[in-house]
Structures are given as C-alpha cells and as structure tokens.
C-alpha cells in the first residue's frame, strides 16, 4: 500500500513540476517576455488590429490554424490599455479563427488568459470587420497579426494591400509582427514603389519556420520580404522561437515573432503621439 502511496506521489508531483514547470521555463528561454519599456496613453485615439481569415494548414487542409492568438490578444490589450478603440478585421470578415495551439497552457500568455474571460473582444472576433469595407482613415493605428494562417492570404490580398497603402499615405503608423508584415508586401508609397523597398523591416525568420516544420505554407516572410527589396533584420537564438526584435522605421513597426506583441503595440502607440526614436 505504501509502494502505491509513493507512486502515486511521484506521478503527482511529476504531473505538478510539468504543468507549473514548462510554461516558466519557456519564459525564461525568451517565450513572451515582459515588456520594460516606456508605455504610451493616447485616450481617443483608435486602433486597428487585422488578422487572417484561412483556418486550415496543409495541402489537405487537415489541420486548424489562424491568427496566433497572443499576436492578436496582446496589442488588443495594449492598445485597450492605453486608451484606444479598438476594432478588428479580417480578410473576409466574421469569425476569426485562432491556432488551436496557442491556446495549450505551455503556450498561453497573460493576454490570451484575460481574452477568455472577455466576451466583448470574443464578440469582436466573431463578427470582425472585412477589410474590403473598412475606412482605414479612421484609425491612428493599423496593425497586421501573424499566426500561420497569415501566409496564405495576407500577402496576397489586392484589398489588404490597397488599405495599407491608403493608411501610409494618410499618415497612419502601420506594421505587425511574424507572418503579419506580409499583408505589407502589395502596399505601395507615394510614389507608387513597393512600400517595403529599402525599408527596415523584421517578420518570422525563415530559421523559425524550418525549425517548427511548417514549411508547406505558400509564402514564408523573410524570403518574401527580402525579395520585395526590404531590409530585413533579424535576432537569432538557439530556436529562433525564443528570440525577440522589433524595428520602428518611421511610422512602420514590425516585429520578428510572437514574441514582440506587447512590443510592436507599444512602439507604434508611441509613434502615434509623436514619439521620436
């Protein structure tokens, strides 16, 4: 009886050590680190946050996936935070869908905790707006979330990319993080040249994508990024899923991965305001 006591103590505590241990230990390796920087409140201000549409992975289209969800939940509440109105959109409008994964507890953040105790940012998610239809003039902040459903239909939307370009134009701050900055990559400047041409410019490195095996998605935003004629910049580590950076050039913030949520948001809440690097 004893024997089965201890057994049962040992799976216990194995199973305790696992569930408090593996989230703690990602962070410490660089997985969602805190934010330390200064923080902007800019009350009436608003913010746009756009995310994919594609909910499938694959050629067999299988697997569910999506926005990744801290990519969207952290700048939400940062924006939100900060005294901005903050709407949502979507390729083709309605219910966003969101990586099943990023919400296993190893993976979920704070942000995406506080999201599933929020029903009005669960509202907004399932009625987004569609991007044909937004008038993105209205907004100080324009911001694409990445997530592997974003290399399928960011990159290649005409609409998405025409909004962006009418944003820039107007003097909106524009960027995103991971697979977001695709939706940059049919925008153009003022003088009609791609808007990422010579542009200091981070996204998901192709290093992050062969190392999680999600090769199969049809655009990959390094390669696409440098192609277009970006600067692309880049931090690396040991599995570049642990690594973080963020570019501000001008009123284009991107960031490298799910990593620079809270980062990204708050740089380009700064910008808004004014704020010079």
Sequence with gaps: MNIVLIAIGIVVAVGLFAWLGLPAMLRALGFHPSYQGEKASIPGKKALIITTSHDRLGDKGSKKTGVFASEMTAPYYVFKDGGMDVDLASIKGGQIPIEPMSFKWFLKSEPDERYLKDLEFQKKAARSLRIDDVDVSSYDIVYMAGGWGAAYDLGTSGALGKKISQ???????????????????????ENGDPLVKGRRITAVTDKQVKELGITMTPQHPERELRAAGALFENKTAFRDLFANHTVVDGRLVTGQNQNAGVFVANQMMLAARGYKQ
């Design 167 to 189: 944003a820039y134009a107007a003097g909106k701050v524009v960027g995103g993080v991971c697979h977001g900055p695709l939706g940059l990559l049919l925008a153009k400047d």
